[in-house]
């Protein structure tokens, strides 16, 4: 459960959605949430009459300062590989590599297409763009191809993927991870070569969220403007400049854009 609030953060979740994600009781989520609640890892809000949960990032700083500072005495050969990793300069490898970027939602059929897409036309030679899916379809969506042949991308280029496709010996080291659906985020995974970063750009899926025909259509577009805003701040970002903190605390704030 942690761990699922871990990928949806900086974001909060409902406990129903948790409870479905992680095929558990609403009772046996309650009795865990309580849990968190009282070690003081997670936070309640309210907004109307539904209730969300989110990591007190707050308290978990002070818990892992706690582990490192008492219980391993501060030893600093603990201490140091990870706190460099974080200080310094992310971005160590040859500056004439392009990064590469994955985009990921269940079906691998709209949201992640079009992140796809769009990276590759404002990346240029600096990124490699990738999309894959959870539970891909077998096509991209109509209604997403329409979009990308609108907006000028080549829709032929485009498919859905596995996610295992990218998890083979031989796949590319991965640079970021990007999840653009919560059910996609919702699904835990498996540890990606490089340790890229990762971050969470929920975007409302348009097949569920209008049932109206034109509104549907309406929906897709907005989806893709949506990306459009995020991608294009991602390539303004000086991320070869950037320390891995300061980036990951960038790459949440696109997410809300």
Not at 77 to 102: D, H, Y
């Amino acid at each position: 459960m942690f761990r699922l609030l871990a990928r949806r953060a900086p974001g909060s979740v409902r406990p129903a959605e948790m409870a479905d994600a992680l095929a558990i009781k609403h009772s046996t989520l309650s009795v865990y949430l309580s849990a968190l609640a009282r070690a003081g890892l997670v936070l309640s809000e309210r907004d109307g009459k539904s209730i969300y949960y989110r990591i007190d990032f707050a308290r978990l700083s002070g818990l892992t300062e706690f582990l490192v500072a008492d219980c391993c005495r501060g030893r600093p050969e603990l201490c140091a590989p990870m706190a460099g990793s974080f200080t310094n300069s992310w971005i160590e490898r040859n500056s004439a590599q392009p990064l590469k970027v994955l985009f990921i939602c269940r079906g691998n059929s709209a949201r992640s297409i079009f992140a796809e897409a769009l990276l590759r036309r404002f990346g240029e030679t600096r990124f490699e763009a990738f999309s894959a899916g959870t539970s891909p379809k077998e096509e991209i969506n109509p209604h997403a191809r329409d979009v990308v042949h609108k907006m000028g991308h080549d829709a032929s280029s485009f498919a859905p993927k596995p996610l295992g496709s990218f998890q083979a010996d031989d796949s590319p080291e991965l640079d970021f991870v990007f999840t653009v659906c919560d059910r996609a985020a919702n699904e835990d995974q498996p540890k990606w070569r490089g340790q890229p970063l990762t971050a969470h750009w929920s975007v409302p899926d348009p097949a569920s969220l209008w049932q109206d025909p034109q509104e549907r259509v309406n929906g897709y577009m907005i989806a893709y403007q949506t990306l459009e805003r995020r991608i294009a701040g991602l390539v303004d970002l000086p991320i070869r400049d950037m320390n891995r903190l300061d980036l990951q605390h960038a790459l949440d704030a696109l997410g809300e854009a």
